[in-house]
T-cell receptor
């Protein structure tokens, strides 16, 4: 069964500090992995996308890593800001003849405190 | 939110009523998706459509219906058969290569 598991479920960090979110997946076949940021009551917005051959992808203060061998990804937030408070969702895509299949993680809720 | 619009942003429904959520995209994407999100939970797939006039059930299709008469539009109807419809509904589209995906801003449905 295709699954995407994220940890921790939630975390609180102080403004200016760094944090790392984890994503483990058992999706097959693997096509790409995305990290999304979702503000409360809004639709998710893509932060990074990585294919099988990519190990690291950055988007400003967000840096995602991918280890396709261990099927693990991480999202590192550097020098957190109050606006980073949101849910972060890991999504793995499979390309199949019947169409793309997206498997979503449950998300990590991040709260940045001043 | 890319080129996807959803309306309305908030919707209230009485028990026993059907209600239709709108999703429109101008990205020329073939594939469109409807997801349901409950508090603290991941997105769950309701229906998806790969091309016009074709759609497939997702993981939680019971109590929902869709149509895809136009490439740009993929409306979702929440029927009275859906026992617990109060949730946040998200529409998404994805490019054929799967490398570009956009979500709409969402519709929050509340059953009174």
């Amino acid at each position: 069964k295709n699954q995407v598991e994220q940890s921790p479920q939630s975390l609180i960090i102080l403004e200016g500090k760094n944090c790392t979110l984890q994503c483990n997946y058992t999706v097959s076949p693997f096509s790409n992995l995305r990290w999304y940021k979702q503000d409360t009551g809004r639709g998710p917005v893509s932060l990074t996308i990585m294919t099988f051959s990519e190990n690291t992808k950055s988007n400003g203060r967000y840096t995602a890593t991918l280890d396709a061998d261990t099927k693990q990804s991480s999202l590192h937030i550097t020098a957190s800001q109050l606006s980073d408070s949101a849910s972060y969702i890991c999504v793995v895509t499979s390309f199949k003849a019947a169409g793309n299949k997206l498997t979503f993680g449950g998300g990590t809720r991040v709260l940045v405190k001043p | 939110d890319g080129g996807i619009t959803q309306s309305p942003k908030y919707l209230f429904r009485k028990e026993g009523q059907n209600v239709t959520l709108s999703c429109e995209q101008n990205l020329n994407h073939d594939a469109m998706y409807w997801y349901r999100q409950d508090p603290g939970q991941g997105l769950r797939l309701i229906y998806y459509s790969q091309i016009v006039n074709d759609f497939q059930k997702g993981d939680i299709a019971e109590g929902y219906s869709v149509s895809r008469e136009k490439k740009e539009s993929f409306p979702l109807t929440v029927t009275s058969a859906q026992k617990n419809p109060t949730a946040f509904y998200l529409c998404a589209s994805i490019s054929p290569q799967g490398d570009t995906q956009y979500f709409g801003p969402g519709t929050r449905l509340t059953v009174l």
